[in-house]
């Protein structure tokens, strides 16, 4: 990705990050944001946004189903300053409910023309098919030895 493209990506998501501030949404840690089927919603996200999540380099095994996001562990966002704008803005606070859409539409305009000022096309699709398009990073080395056998 162009880096003035990602850097534009990133202005995006600290003007999302700071109108989620201002909000100050609740968020209960209870992960069900990340649990797609079993509370019935889908992440979509962009290209652009599945690039700056894969080159993070976070690991995650294949194939990865619509079911939920395999960056959530115990609960937690284990891509958090990665994380799609979706993420960014999905709250299951029920007062922040009415604010979701207009701030992700917004943000979606603002990246559509990011589309159109670097000519890449524009791609949105859920979050498991640009995981299982891509090659998923290789395991960290481990920093363990193994001991010389004694014969």
Same mark, same amino acid.
């Given at each position: 990705m162009n880096a003035e493209l990602r850097e534009r990506l990133r202005t995006i998501?600290?003007?999302?990050?700071?109108?989620?501030a201002g909000a100050a949404p609740k968020c209960d840690a209870s992960g069900r944001c990340c649990r797609?089927?079993?509370?019935?919603?889908?992440? =979509?996200?962009?290209?652009?946004?599945?690039e700056i999540l894969l080159e993070a380099g976070l690991p995650y095994e294949q194939p990865v189903t619509r079911d939920g996001c395999p960056f959530q562990i115990d609960n937690r966002c284990t891509a958090r300053a990665h994380r799609p704008l979706g993420c960014r803005i999905y709250f299951c606070d029920p007062?922040?409910?009415?604010?979701?859409?207009?701030?992700t539409e917004a943000a979606i305009a603002k990246m559509k023309s990011l589309a159109?000022? =670097?000519?890449?096309?524009?791609?949105y699709a859920p979050l498991h098919v640009f995981?299982?398009?891509?090659?998923?990073?290789?395991p960290a080395p481990s920093s363990r030895r193994s001991l010389p056998l004694l014969a």
């Amino acid at each position: 990705m162009n880096a003035e493209l990602r850097e534009r990506l990133r202005t995006i998501y600290a003007e999302v990050d700071a109108a989620i501030a201002g909000a100050a949404p609740k968020c209960d840690a209870s992960g069900r944001c990340c649990r797609f089927t079993e509370y019935g919603h889908t992440l =979509f996200l962009s290209l652009f946004e599945a690039e700056i999540l894969l080159e993070a380099g976070l690991p995650y095994e294949q194939p990865v189903t619509r079911d939920g996001c395999p960056f959530q562990i115990d609960n937690r966002c284990t891509a958090r300053a990665h994380r799609p704008l979706g993420c960014r803005i999905y709250f299951c606070d029920p007062a922040f409910q009415d604010q979701q859409g207009p701030l992700t539409e917004a943000a979606i305009a603002k990246m559509k023309s990011l589309a159109d000022e =670097f000519g890449t096309g524009w791609r949105y699709a859920p979050l498991h098919v640009f995981l299982n398009e891509a090659e998923p990073p290789a395991p960290a080395p481990s920093s363990r030895r193994s001991l010389p056998l004694l014969a």
